[in-house]
């Protein structure tokens, strides 16, 4: 049941061995309305070959009556890499980040240590860039400037950008999970209930116990949920509207964005706006920044939104990676004075529609060509 509701996006993390026979356990997670991490099912494995991943696969889709997941995030590990790209042909696989950066310090240590400012130029242009161009240039600059055209790790990675660089994950929903440090945090979690001592009958007996415990933190935020009062902090129409309408959690973080949102002013782009409609568009484009910035140092964000049905759409696409709207669309709803949520940006687990479904190739073009 929880797969059904909340299985869009699964992390699936092979690094945990807590069991007699120190057999892989592998968990398959995601999160629920609550942003709680929640174990959709599991499976230990006597090896790790590609065709084990296989069959571990098919059989939990045949369990879940053949739903794959919209986005599934991994370790780096071929054999997986490998089973997924057969089993789950449509399903957009991403790897974990957080993994991935933990190995820079040790495989680029020599750079590190001897340029001072290397980290800052690697840093700003894998998690800073905001679109595709503008990595792919900061890209190019800084393996020119270190050197780093012959750095076979470094292009291994490069080669594998479209399942890890925000510039090119940005727009794949991940339901705010793009790492698998969350399924880390349930490995804790089982921890408590396992060890390397425990056999196997008692480990799946244990493992039930966990998900039972589970199951009861999340009637726990339910319960919050529906009868905790929720404080205001705007007082606006829209910020009571999500209070209807986001779980306590999601309306949180909705209201981190709204706050956000105040900081920044909204001006409309005629250019683009003029160009769009001449080749029939029917969005508006606005600019978003914070006017307290130096121009020059200035970030601006891109936003088509269009009036009628306040459909709309960021340069930073955090709508479609986490389902929320961003602080700079809500800088768009304020302006325009949308007072409701409109209904397609939630759905049923109180995510978002996937983006694809709401705004048309045109307009994704006209933003990357603005921001350009
Ligand atoms: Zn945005």
């Known amino acids: 049941m929880a797969y059904q509701n909340f299985g869009d996006v699964m992390a699936f993390d092979t690094t945990y061995r807590t069991n007699r026979y120190a057999m892989p356990f592998v968990p398959f997670t995601g999160v629920n309305h609550h942003y709680q991490s929640v174990i959709f099912g599991f499976a230990l494995m006597r090896d ?7 069959w571990i696969l098919r059989t939990w889709l045949e369990g879940v009556g053949s739903n794959p997941p919209l986005t599934i995030i991994t370790d780096q590990d071929q054999a997986m890499a490998s089973a997924i790209a057969v089993v789950l042909p449509n399903t957009t696989h991403l790897l974990c980040s957080w993994h991935i950066s933990q190995k820079f310090p040790e495989k680029l240590a020599h750079y590190y240590s001897a340029f001072p400012e290397f980290k800052t130029d690697f840093n700003n242009c894998i998690y800073k860039s ?15 400037k270190y050197h780093l055209q012959d750095h076979k790790w470094l292009k291994g990675l490069y080669e594998l950008k479209h399942k890890w660089i925000p510039a090119y994950t940005r727009n794949k929903f991940s339901a705010f999970q ?17 060890s390397s001592a425990t056999g ?3 480990f799946i007996e244990n493992a039930q116990k966990a998900l039972a415990r589970q199951f009861m933190r999340e009637k726990e935020e339910d319960y919050v949920t529906i009868n905790l009062k929720r404080p205001m902090k705007l007082h606006t129409t829209l910020e009571y509207h999500a209070s209807c309408i986001y779980t306590k959690e999601m309306f949180r973080r909705f209201q ?3 706050v956000e949102s105040s900081k920044y002013f909204v001006e409309k782009d005629r250019r683009a706006s003029e160009e769009g409609e001449r080749m029939g568009d029917v969005y508006t484009y606005y600019s978003c920044y914070r006017p307290m910035s130096e121009p020059t140092r200035r970030n601006v964000y891109f ?11 960021c340069t930073c696409r955090m709508l479609e990676h986490s389902g929320l709207p961003c602080r700079h669309l809500l800088a768009v ?16 687990s109180g995510q978002c529609m996937p983006i694809e479904l709401m705004v048309c190739c045109l307009t994704i073009w006209m933003l990357d060509k603005v921001m350009r």
């Open 48 to 54: 790790e070959h590609a065709s084990t991943f296989e």
């Open 256 to 258: 981190d964005e709204l």
């Open 178 to 194: 793009n790492s698998t440090s969350r399924s880390e945090g349930m490995n804790s979690f089982f921890d408590k209930y396992v």
């Open 130 to 144: 905001l679109t595709e161009c503008v990595f792919e240039a900061r890209w190019a600059s800084f393996v020119e």
């Open 333 to 348: 709803f304020t302006k325009k004075r949308v007072s409701e949520i409109p209904p397609y940006y939630i759905n049923r």
């Open 303 to 313: 936003v088509a939104f269009e009036k009628a049905s306040s459909l709309g759409m």
């Open 200 to 202: 196997l009958k008692e």
